[in-house]
């Protein structure tokens, strides 16, 4: 089946587009509190006549766009993020933040945006497809434990059979798009130690347990997580962020506190590195006579792709835009919530290339962050059309199993 017809009308809807992701980044709301930025989406739904359920998971807002046919017809699910940062926006442009200290430098002004386009021509050409298209635009991806887990506790991917989901990504030019099946941004645990020794005179060492020298030590340790005991084929980070101790030259330190990031994509590496982890931490502890208190903080899991529904979202990238157009997804350290929703049902999640070299050129998070806005109609009609298609499909095994 053709779906020019959604390619045409998104096109017209550009201008549009640019003027929704532009209102909502001169509008950012940090994570947990995107109160009005769920009141822009809430209105421009209600503009257009789709039923939308708000509060979803805190501030998320979930949306159903019914097809005329939906009767008994399978439901698939689009995610939006909605959530800013902690950043003052630098840029020089005319929809610059608003708001001192918080900036939507990641993107997820345009994410929503795309969205609301795609709902915008789903919802006017209703005798053009069937099933159901189920919105979600969730906050609080950016800060741990993340929105996904509480919406999808709130019913959100009830009934859902499949979710699909994307990030303008500027680290890939503008017209690149790219994926790959199976993990492919990491799990993310951190983790806060306190090493408590015995502070004195640094000339009486021999009184002493001193914090620096156990402190030392567990660095030297817990490097060996990786280098000595994990595969050398599964790629993992064990990272010691931060080591605090002493006071001054001639004192021995009573304390260290020292934080850091453990970062895997397989389950079983995971719980490797975290029991690792706190082995280390106990024995070197123990052999230098010093008491801890180690808090593990887990975080969002490994994104994992199915891999039928990413080839059929690669399916629609090259019929879209040209086999040159799609990369293999190299995996990736940072993390991502839309990870929870592929633990319930099947879930596939591309980047779409967003840089380019006048203004956005700059990483995400950084202050000077901007994507190329042309993006987001590719991101639109990937999501669209691949939404569209996996209903034609779903629909027929459901006509076929009847
Ligand atoms: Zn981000
Ligand atoms: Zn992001």
Redesign the pocket.
């Known amino acids: 089946m053709s779906y020019n017809w959604f390619n045409q009308q998104l096109l017209e809807l550009n201008d549009q587009l640019i003027a929704w992701r532009r209102y909502l980044h001169q509008h950012p709301e940090r994570s947990y509190h995107e109160e009005q930025t769920a009141h822009f989406i809430a209105q421009q739904l209600e503009a257009m006549g789709i039923a939308y359920r708000s509060g979803v998971g805190g501030h998320g807002i979930v949306a159903d766009i019914l097809a005329d046919e939906h009767e008994g017809a399978p439901i698939v699910a689009l995610r939006a ?1 909605m959530d800013a940062l902690e950043i003052q926006d630098e840029k020089q442009c005319e929809y610059v933040s608003t708001v001192p200290g918080t900036m939507h430098a ?3 002004d345009g994410h929503m945006a795309t969205l609301l386009a795609i709902a915008n021509v789903l919802q006017r050409n209703r005798d053009k497809w069937r099933g159901q298209v189920r919105l979600l635009f969730q906050p609080a ?2 800060v741990s434990p993340g929105g996904a887990q509480q919406m999808i506790k709130d019913g959100a991917i009830d009934g859902v059979s499949s979710i699909y989901g994307v ?1 303008l990504w500027t680290p890939i030019p503008y017209g690149k798009l790219a994926i790959c099946e199976g993990p492919m941004m990491a799990a993310v645990d951190d983790f806060f130690l306190t090493i408590n020794g015995k502070g004195g005179h640094g000339g009486m060492p021999h009184t002493c347990i001193d914090a620096v020298v156990v402190g030392a030590a567990l660095v030297q340790q817990l490097q060996t997580i990786v280098s000595r005991h994990l595969s050398p084929l599964e790629p993992a980070v064990v990272s010691v962020g931060t080591l605090q101790a002493g006071q001054t030259q001639n004192i021995i330190a009573d304390r260290a506190i020292m934080n850091g990031t453990l970062r895997s994509f397989s389950p079983v590496v995971r719980e490797q590195i975290i029991e690792r982890v706190e082995h280390i931490t106990r024995h070197v502890c123990e052999m230098y006579g010093a008491s801890y208190d180690l808090h593990i903080r887990r975080g969002y899991p490994a994104l994992n792709n199915d891999l039928n529904e990413t080839e059929r979202m690669r399916a629609v990238a090259i019929e879209q835009f040209g086999e040159a157009s799609l990369e293999v997804a190299e995996k990736m350290m940072p993390a991502e919530d839309f990870a929870y929703y592929g633990q319930h049902i099947p879930a596939s999640f591309m980047l779409v290339g967003a840089g380019n070299e006048q203004e956005a050129k700059y990483p ?1 998070h950084h202050p000077m962050f901007d994507f190329d806005e042309r993006a987001m109609i590719l991101a639109a009609e990937l999501l669209g059309v691949t939404a569209l298609k996996a209903l034609e499909q779903k629909y027929c095994e459901v006509r076929v199993n009847v």
Do not use: K, R, V
């Open positions: 993020d990641c993107g997820h991806e950016e990030h995400h």
